[in-house]
């Protein structure tokens, strides 16, 4: 099966997940994935976990699953009560409270939720854009981003009530965003897109990637290296804050969906036929 988002919470245990209700767990450092069960059948396409026994994963048809036991057991959050009716694509938490999620377009227009309780209970928030939304990172409980299709970057600064479209310079979708502090972000997607920041959004330039390939997820150890993950193994590498990109031979040909650091500067990702790939 697909493997589609990877999350480390420390050095040794992390999480993946993927097509029909795939959930992998390592204790070891991604020597070992063992299967969870998460009682779903549906395509999952993000998981997040705010401690090592805490933590969410989400996907098509409004599937939104919550674990407080490290993944031993998994129950679905009632998403339908709340108002989720379609996918979920992205999840991302500021700190252990605040988090939000992101997923198609819906009758309301984007799909952004937000929690100030840790996930027990999930409000939706309204936004000016009327497509899919891919990705969300939250830098403080007051300030996120979240990126989708047709080059729509979302910004807010008081945590949601208001929402302001950014203007990325670009039509292609976006399928991942990261920030490093407030002000220095990227934003990655189709035909090889690599968006950059140093003003919190108010301005997004190209930065060359070399590659016509779809990007799909990104990771940074340091403020200086980070990599990006893509479509045809496609790995890049950054060693100077995202200025220049370089490529690096993955291995590998098969489609990468996401990518993620443990806090010892490991990376992991994730792909296409259950391909996981460490550096």
């Known amino acids: ?9 420390n050095d040794k245990e992390g999480w993946c997940v993927g097509h029909n209700g795939l959930i992998l767990h390592t204790a070891d450092g991604g020597e070992r994935w063992e299967i969870q069960d998460s009682g779903s059948i549906f395509e999952l396409t993000s998981v997040y976990f705010t401690s090592p026994k805490n ?7 409004a599937a939104l699953l919550r674990t407080k036991n490290g993944g031993k057991s998994w129950r679905p959050v009632p ?3 709340m108002g989720l009716s379609v996918g979920v694509y992205g999840i991302h938490f500021a700190d252990a409270n605040t988090g939000w999620l992101v997923g198609e377009v819906s009758m309301m227009g984007a799909t952004v939720f937000k929690t100030t309780d840790g996930g027990q209970v999930w409000a939706m928030q309204f936004t000016p854009a009327f497509s899919n939304i891919s990705a969300v990172y939250a830098a403080s409980p007051k300030e996120a981003w979240s990126v989708g299709m047709f080059g729509t970057i979302l910004h807010t600064s008081d945590g949601g009530a208001t929402w302001i479209q950014q203007s990325s310079g670009t039509g292609n979708g976006l399928k991942a965003v990261h920030f490093l502090d407030n002000k220095t972000g990227f934003i990655v ?25 779809r990007l799909t997820g990104m990771a940074f150890i340091s403020a200086k290296e980070g990599m990006i993950a893509g479509a045809d ?7 100077d804050g995202g200025n220049t990109w370089f ?12 990518i993620a650091s443990s806090p010892n500067g490991s990376l992991y990702a994730v792909g296409q036929w259950g391909t996981v790939l460490k550096y």
């Open 55 to 61: 933590g969410f994963c989400a996907g098509t048809n």
């Open 233 to 239: 193994g496609t790995i890049l590498c950054t060693t």
């Open 189 to 213: 997607g189709d035909a090889g897109a690599i968006l950059a920041t140093d003003d919190g959004g108010e301005t997004w330039e190209e930065r060359k990637s070399g590659t016509d390939s």
């Open 79 to 81: 998403a339908r009560r």
């Open 247 to 258: 490529h690096m031979e993955s291995g590998v040909k098969t489609h990468l969906y996401a």
């Open 1 to 9: 099966d697909d493997l589609t988002a990877v999350q480390m919470v």
